[in-house]
């Protein structure tokens, strides 16, 4: 065997496999240091979209008189929100700060963003506890059938989200302030994606060709329809879907690999 | 018959030196606008045509001034750093000790380390599981074992640290200069260690600046200085054209 393996896909995908317990460990020890210490544990997984869930009902309802916005339609978009905001937030890390392994160790570096997205996708998953009963609360004891195809529009929202960590972790390997950039970003991209406003709010007002500049958007209008408006996601926004997740997964990882084994120097 | 287990030809490694380098988008905006603020790239060769052998079980030294690039080498070797040329083969898993207790994470218990360590190296549960017994008897650590490492002595640390890399079993252990750490007791213990794996047909690749120790222990020993191969071959004679190149 040479070492470190060849380059084609199925050797590599072969060697990725080999560790996988180094990516449960990596997991594993996120979660036991975010809560090792803490009373509530990882009850705090939960406490989190929960008090946003709760948050966002309480204002919407009883504060903000905005008839056009109801609760859940706001609690279906929020939730892969945090999803996505914590990943990419944090995926601009992964590298530098273990930059110690790197530097020191060989071992398939896209381990360590990857583990950075499934961190946080666990933490969705915990969210999905509090999540479902809420929805069932705003519907009056029932789940819509809709929801089914909630996991098509997860696999491929989470596909998104690992192109754009890997792509992010590799870029602030080289720039350091790619990591700032991203947080600012972040935060000016919330508000252009459908999360506190729907798809007919939009339409109303004649701008959905505004958000086909704004990948995470059909994600977005997907969720709150299943979730929301009982319909299942517009065709164009599958597409817009499928397309953007390929397409995001494939530069996240060409760009990894194209600058991987500079890593260890650039550190 | 002995089998190179590590084999290198026509190795070249260059460095590039940054002067003001650019490490934000910002200096990266500013470079467009003016030059003399602009990323200016020195680059060098780190290493220059090395050829390199290791057989089964053989124990190799690398000795040479600092900065001659015998650290890059190894970490060629351990496939963290890629040359611009020349091939490295290596047969078998590598275990490199460039530094004890690498990713050590404080808050976690000496146990949780030693999974997270193994599993670094590219080993799977079960197989971190059999060799878990041995790495915590050797380590003396029995009784310390559920503690956060942070609460561990640097002792407890080292060896803890040593013990996980000892109980690979790689074929090839790659070693930097890592037994100036600890005390006498500790440093006799390593090389027993070393000897044992050695003997069981690890093969063992040794940077160090301990000259008597190099000329005792390895059955090969390569010189480097400015970044070239000045010399393979008897340890003997190898220690002694460094220790004249010192002495010049």
Same mark, same amino acid.
């Given at each position: 065997m040479t070492y470190p393996p060849g380059s084609s896909l199925t050797q590599e995908w072969r060697y990725l496999l080999r560790y996988r317990e180094l990516l449960r460990s990596l997991i594993a020890k996120?979660?036991?240091?975010?809560?090792?210490?803490?009373?509530?544990?990882f009850f705090w997984s939960l406490l989190n979209p929960l008090s946003l869930i709760v948050v966002y009902s309480l204002v919407l309802k009883f504060i903000m008189d905005v008839r056009q916005i109801e609760p859940l339609m706001v609690i279906a978009g929020i939730i892969p929100w945090v999803f996505f905001a914590n990943t990419v937030t944090n995926s601009t890390e992964s590298i $530098?700060?273990?930059?110690?392994?790197?530097?020191? #160790?060989?071992?398939?570096?896209?381990i360590l963003p990857l583990s950075t997205v499934l961190f946080h996708f666990i933490q969705f998953l915990l969210a999905f506890v509090v999540f479902l009963p809420a929805v069932m609360f705003f519907k009056g004891g029932r789940l819509p059938w809709t929801l089914l195809y909630y996991p098509l529009i997860l696999l491929l929202h989470w596909s998104f989200t690992a192109g754009a960590a890997l792509f992010l972790s590799a870029a602030t390997t080289y720039y350091k302030d790619i990591r700032y950039l991203t947080e600012v970003a972040i935060m000016m991209v919330f508000w252009g994606t459908p999360i506190l406003y729907t798809y007919p709010m939009v339409a109303s007002k004649g701008l959905t060709w505004l958000f086909w500049f704004n990948p995470l958007s059909p994600f977005f209008f997907s969720y709150q329809n299943?979730?929301?408006?009982?319909?299942?996601?517009?065709?164009?926004? &599958? $597409?817009?879907?499928?397309?953007?997740? #390929? &397409?995001?997964?494939? &530069?996240?990882?060409?760009?990894?690999?194209?600058?991987?084994?500079?890593?260890?120097?650039? &550190? | 018959m002995s089998q190179n287990v590590i084999e290198i030809s026509g190795l070249w490694k260059s460095f590039v030196v940054r002067h003001n380098r650019t490490e934000s988008l910002k200096q990266l905006f500013i470079g467009w606008l003016d030059w003399r603020r602009r990323e200016r790239r020195q680059s060098f060769w780190a290493l220059t045509d090395v050829g390199l052998q290791v057989e089964r079980g053989q124990m190799v030294g690398i000795i040479g001034p600092n900065g001659s690039g015998k650290s890059t080498l190894l970490r060629c070797v351990a496939g963290i750093l890629k040359p611009e040329r020349g091939e490295v083969i290596v047969r078998g898993r590598v275990a490199p000790m460039i530094e004890i207790g690498v990713g050590?994470?404080?808050? @976690?218990?000496? /146990? /949780? *380390?030693?999974?997270? *360590?193994?599993?670094?190296?590219?080993l799977d549960r079960p197989q971190i599981e059999a060799i878990r017994p041995a790495i915590i008897e050797y380590a003396e650590l029995e009784e310390f074992i559920d503690v956060p490492i942070k609460n561990y002595s640097?002792?407890?640390?080292?060896?803890?640290?040593?013990?996980?890399?000892?109980? @690979?079993?790689?074929?090839? @252990?790659?070693?930097?200069?890592? @037994?100036?750490?600890?005390?006498e007791a500790f440093q006799q213990k390593c090389l027993q260690r070393m000897m044992q794996l050695k003997s069981s047909g690890t093969s063992i690749l040794l940077v160090s600046h301990d000259l008597a120790k190099v000329e005792k222990l390895c059955d090969k020993v390569y010189l480097i200085a400015h970044s070239r191969l000045e010399f393979a071959g008897d340890p003997v004679k190898a220690v002694a054209i460094y220790r004249e190149k010192l002495a010049s």
């Open positions: 996120d979660l036991k240091v975010k809560y090792r210490g803490s009373y509530l544990g $530098i700060s273990n930059a110690n392994l790197v530097k020191k #160790i060989f071992f398939p570096r896209e299943v979730v929301h408006f009982e319909q299942p996601p517009r065709p164009e926004h &599958l $597409i817009a879907m499928l397309l953007w997740s #390929i &397409l995001m997964l494939v &530069l996240g990882l060409a760009v990894f690999r194209k600058t991987r084994d500079g890593f260890a120097e650039e &550190l | 050590f994470h404080p808050e @976690l218990t000496g /146990e /949780e *380390n030693l999974y997270l *360590n193994a599993a670094l190296y590219g640097t002792g407890m640390y080292t060896r803890l640290g040593f013990s996980i890399a000892v109980h @690979l079993q790689p074929e090839v @252990l790659l070693v930097d200069e890592i @037994l100036a750490v600890g005390d």
